[in-house]
């Protein structure tokens, strides 16, 4: 778990740190990618777009760990608002993105830019280091897994493993800002 943490803290100042230097955050990664492209933000430099806005971690992008401490791809999930190529976000902008205490429980987080999960011990719902995508969550994982943009963050248990962390929009803006990115 303290490794799987480390990942997901030394995820977040990258994705900071590229937010900064690109005036955007990265698109995710294909997850089931491997060889070729493995790791690489999937963007679509026609239309400046994520050609997905949920996949894996852009590790290679990102220059950061590949697995977490369970040997499986982080999940990432970006707002398009922050993720466009040439669209630079705003003071008032905010993300699509929502962190609950369980499935339809109470709101932790919420207009978030960008999520990330570790899909726990089980992984359930995640991918392996190889990019083979592992069985199905059930319950408050399935929400940290079905592509939409509500996400668990609780205390483990026998029936949930996942590991949630998030940024919120105040501080990816107010980095940019300080950067001088943003004015």
């Not at 799987?4 to 995820?11: G, W």
């Not at 491997?34 to 990102?62: F, I, K």
């Not at 509500?150 to 493993?161: G, K, L, P, Q």
Request: a negative charge; one cysteine or more; aromatic letters at 4%.
């Amino acid at each position: 778990m303290a490794q799987t943490k480390t990942v997901l803290e030394n995820s977040k100042e990258a994705l900071l740190g590229f937010a900064v230097q690109n005036k955007r955050l990265p698109c995710p990664a294909n997850p089931s990618t491997s060889g070729t492209g493995e790791g690489l933000e999937d963007l679509n430099t026609g239309t400046g777009s994520c050609n997905r806005l949920v996949g894996a971690l852009p590790w290679v992008t990102l220059g950061v760990s590949k697995v977490d401490g369970w040997d499986r791809r982080v999940t990432y999930r970006v707002s398009n608002s922050f993720s466009r190529s040439g669209s630079l976000p705003n003071l008032s902008s905010s993300g699509d993105i929502t962190v609950r205490a369980s499935s339809g429980g109470t709101i932790v987080a919420n207009n978030l830019p960008v999520v990330l999960v570790s899909h726990g011990k089980d992984g359930l719902g995640g991918y392996a280091n190889d990019g083979s995508g592992l069985a199905a969550a059930t319950g408050d994982q399935l929400e940290n897994s079905n592509g939409d943009t509500t996400f668990i963050s609780r205390n483990a248990d026998e029936s949930y493993d996942d590991v949630t962390a998030w940024l919120p929009t105040t501080l990816v803006l107010g980095r940019m800002v300080s950067a001088g990115v943003l004015p």
